[in-house]
């Protein structure tokens, strides 16, 4: 088990983050639209998993925002804002926002649990914990950080730097 925390308390993980050098578990996630999503569906991309609890707190929000801004007009890189939000808050979210994201959700996926991300004790019990795995072009983990505490932001640029 992984550990990170919770305003300062002791949450533990399902696992640990993938191995850097290693190949990125395979997933399928659901999309807005209700259609699954997979890495073959970003073949050929550079891809920065913002894994978090919900799009419905702070932070959480300003990542996606945040990694929005920051990849604006770059054609190799995707960024998968991965919640267990539905597909429609996600949806809303980023009608209500303005954002153009790609967000995918958990709900019918061991996603979570694969990617040692799945939170195991605290209020927050099955949801995601806030971590950034990042994938070359041909799905090879390059970089990943396991956030040192839910209510902080993940290192944007480390991720940035890394594709």
Do not use: W
Request: glycine fraction near 8%.
């Amino acid at each position: 088990m992984g550990q990170t925390k919770l305003r300062g308390n002791p949450v533990q993980t399902s696992g640990e983050l993938p191995a850097i050098g290693s190949k990125a578990p395979p997933f399928s996630l659901t999309r807005q639209d209700l259609s699954q999503a997979t890495l073959e569906t970003f073949a050929g991309k550079k891809k920065i998993l913002n894994i978090f609890p919900s799009i419905d707190t702070g932070i959480c929000a300003k990542s996606v925002k945040t990694f929005a801004e920051k990849i604006a007009g770059r054609d190799d890189l995707v960024v998968l804002d991965i919640s267990a939000d539905l597909p429609f808050a996600a949806k809303r979210f980023c009608t209500v926002e303005g954002v153009s994201a790609e967000t995918l959700s958990t709900f019918r996926s061991t996603f979570a649990t694969d990617y040692g991300v799945k939170l195991m004790d605290s209020g927050m019990a099955g949801l995601a914990a806030r971590a950034l795995v990042v994938l070359d072009a041909s799905d090879t983990v390059v970089h990943t950080e396991l956030v040192d505490d839910i209510t902080h932001e993940p290192g944007y640029d480390a991720a940035l730097a890394a594709v």
